[in-house]
């Protein structure tokens, strides 16, 4: 069998022509035809060339993975208890999923407290207005994308570096505008952001107090990418100091452009050359302006670099190390890096463990980890939380999220309209009636409520669900404090997950604790 798709994908809006007799080595139907107009990704690349490279319409969808991993969360079942209550008093009044605290204290040397631990990995396109404010709602962290000031029309530089970023001020405010104590913003940057000063100008000028440096991503391991269309956008970005091909500025190639022999020129994002003293230099930097939370996000890369920015994390008091996995997504990824590079969740975490339960034996101060990579409902979470424990302290939840952001602000737009779904008018017909959670939101913010965007609304009430779903699971382990998850809370139900995992399978545990308590 193969794991990968054949080469008609959602993502780049293609299709095979004979779709139940693909070659699997290929992705290829097994028989091409002279008849055929091409609608695979071989056909699309005929007719746009490294166009096909890219999703389709970046600026409308979200992307992720279309891979079949050999082994994923649902390989794993929960494990349930039914004597003893930890993390509350041993009565039956006490021990309730309402009681089980799933707060968490976020950061090194400057605590914040969060609702949930749950980090809303990196996004800057589509509804990242609702976003960044249902994640004020929901009192949990949530990061601006790289590249902002690229995207930034209004932007200002001087000598090479930014003074004036109104895009990234109005995602910062965006989420301010909610904040209720609870949760945190935190402004992400790569390798062309830090040439540029993003974070600098944040810190400095808009008071942001939580910052990330960015290695990569699962999506995709190298920095950003993207076509632009007119030399004039080209020669804006080549002035931000980015990478565009050919040279919008040699007169050659502008000549070529005007004859229309230049189609489009591409930009690509630097590949960060980072090393233990830069970093060090750096952080240290950031936090004499102001800084007073620095994170790192990184993607499944070699374990031997994992390993090194662990260890930069641990001498720097980094507050958190953010892991991305395969399977996750993104908006503009070259589809078969999308597709096919780096580790999925399971086995990421589960070589996370081993290199942090050995940094730990060593005497390592160690960082919060977080993981994340096509996390999307509370069994994922439970699970994560679980494989990882007690080195994984948090779950990124990122498409999903934004789904939920999206799915309430389309579901808004249409009772706007008088026009609500079918499948939702069981609740009713008006915005009040379909979303459940506006009361809470009212007892938080009083008549401001009423103003909230429906998109905002739906993230906040996707967070609520995974958090109550979360207190659930936990209840059903009798750990009601987060810091009682542990890995005897997961069992793997496959050879494959005891063995990658490390945590014995069902008749091996049940074996031990015969031996034990018989």
Not at 88 to 101: I, R, W
Not at 336 to 361: C, F, H, R, T
Not at 404 to 421: F, H, M, N, Q
Request: with cysteine.
């Amino acid at each position: 069998m193969s794991y990968s798709p054949g080469l008609g994908s959602s993502i780049t809006n293609t299709r095979m022509r004979t779709p139940d007799n693909v070659s699997d080595f290929s992705g290829m139907c097994a028989v091409c035809s002279m008849s055929c107009t091409g609608s695979c990704e071989i056909g699309l690349s005929a007719l746009r060339g490294s166009e096909a490279i890219y999703p389709y319409e970046l600026n409308n969808n979200q992307f992720a993975s279309e891979k079949s991993y050999p082994l994923d969360f649902s390989h794993f079942s929960i494990n349930g208890r039914v004597f003893g209550a930890k993390g509350c008093p041993e009565n039956a009044y006490s021990a309730s999923f309402f009681n089980a605290d799933i707060s968490f204290k976020f950061g090194t040397r400057s605590k914040i407290d969060l609702k949930a631990p749950i980090i809303l990995p990196a996004m800057a396109k589509l509804n990242w207005k609702d976003y960044f404010a249902g994640a004020a709602m929901a009192g949990v962290l949530v990061v601006i994308g790289e590249d902002v000031a690229g995207k930034d029309k209004n932007l200002v530089i001087e000598n090479g570096r930014v003074v004036s970023a109104p895009l990234i001020e109005e995602m910062v405010n965006s989420f301010r505008e909610y904040y209720r104590g609870f949760g945190d913003i935190i402004l992400q940057a790569n390798y062309d952001d830090e040439h540029l000063g993003v974070l600098d100008y944040a810190v400095s000028e808009l008071g942001v107090k939580s910052v990330e440096l960015k290695f990569g991503q699962a999506a995709k391991g190298i920095q950003g990418l993207g076509r632009v269309k007119t030399i004039e956008d080209a020669l804006a970005l080549q002035q931000k100091d980015y990478i565009v091909h050919p040279d919008p500025s040699d007169p050659a190639v502008a000549a070529d452009y005007e004859k229309g022999l230049v189609p489009y020129f591409e930009k690509a994002g630097k590949l960060p050359i980072w090393n233990e003293e830069i970093l060090a230099s750096r952080i240290a930097y950031l936090r004499r302006l102001g800084a007073e939370r620095i994170l790192f996000k990184t993607g499944p890369f070699d374990t031997e670099d994992i390993i090194r920015i662990l260890k930069i994390a641990s001498a720097n008091d980094i507050d958190l190390v953010t892991v991305d996995t395969a399977g996750g997504g993104s908006g503009n990824s070259p589809v078969k890096m999308m597709n096919e590079w780096g580790i999925p969740a399971v086995y990421q975490e589960s070589i996370l463990y081993d290199i942090l339960k050995k940094m730990e034996s060593r005497h390592y101060r160690l960082p919060a980890v977080a993981i994340a990579g096509g996390f999307a409902m509370e069994d994922h979470v439970f699970k994560g939380l679980a494989l990882g424990a007690p080195y994984v302290r948090m779950v990124g939840i990122g498409r999903a999220a934004m789904a939920a952001a999206l799915s309430g602000k389309k579901v808004g737009e249409l009772i706007e309209a008088g026009t609500v779904p079918k499948e939702y008018q069981r609740f009713g017909n008006t915005k009040e009636e379909i979303f459940g959670d506006l009361p809470l939101l009212r007892k938080i913010y009083g008549d401001r409520a009423d103003e909230i965007s429906a998109g905002a609304i739906g993230l906040f009430s996707y967070i609520n669900r995974i958090s109550d779903g979360l207190r659930q699971l936990m209840a059903l382990n009798r750990k009601f404090a987060l810091e009682y998850i542990d890995r005897s809370d997961i069992i793997p139900m496959t050879d494959l997950a005891a063995r990658i995992s490390g945590i014995d399978d069902p008749k091996k545990a049940a074996e031990k604790a015969i031996d034990m308590f018989v």
